[in-house]
């Protein structure tokens, strides 16, 4: 009797929404991983501690508190309610070795998913590049006739810049 397939259908907006900058890397959280795979944070968190080889620091890492403070203000209302540990963060291929220690086939799906969406995602950010470097082309080609739509493209292009919130007193 064939295995029967789980069609998991996520849209690449509802993924995209669950992956983060975080460290100059494009990651995603322990708890969003484990609602995909359907399964509580706690046994998805077991699980990976119980293959802890298999995620070396540039697979999975540990926010610390003030990275989680910064990603939880990020949204108006709280999606993590109260924590008594900081989340994990799996980049890109820690998300690729879930498929290692979640072998199911709904984890098959799932991670068939998060991978479109993180290549997508890193064709739309390369397509950019490539659209910078053709602007920059064509301003050396044109003698500053069009510098102002060439700025005002950059400006579009380029990632806005995090506003630091610095702590402490300054002089007046």
Not at 15 to 40: C, N, S, W
Not at 51 to 70: H, K
Not at 136 to 141: G, I, S, V, W, Y
């Amino acid at each position: 009797m064939p295995k029967k397939t789980i069609a998991v259908e996520m849209p690449y907006e509802a993924v995209r929404e669950m992956i983060f900058y975080i460290r100059g890397q494009k990651v995603m959280i322990d708890k969003d991983l484990a609602t995909l795979y359907g399964v509580p944070t706690k046994v998805f968190n077991q699980a990976v501690k119980r293959n802890i080889n298999r995620f070396p620091g540039d697979f999975m890492f540990r926010l610390t508190r003030d990275e989680f403070d910064n990603l939880r203000s990020q949204f108006v209302t709280s999606r993590w309610g109260g924590q008594r540990y900081m989340p994990y963060v799996f980049t890109e291929q820690g998300v690729a070795m879930l498929s290692s220690v979640l072998n199911n086939e709904r984890a098959i799906q799932v991670n068939i998913a998060i991978m479109r969406a993180f290549t997508k995602l890193r064709e739309m950010i390369s397509g950019h590049k490539d659209l910078k470097e053709r602007i920059d082309q064509l301003e050396r080609k044109y003698d500053g006739q069009f510098r102002v739509v060439f700025k005002a493209l950059k400006a579009l292009l380029e990632e806005p810049a995090k506003e630091e919130n610095p702590i402490g007193f300054h002089a007046c």
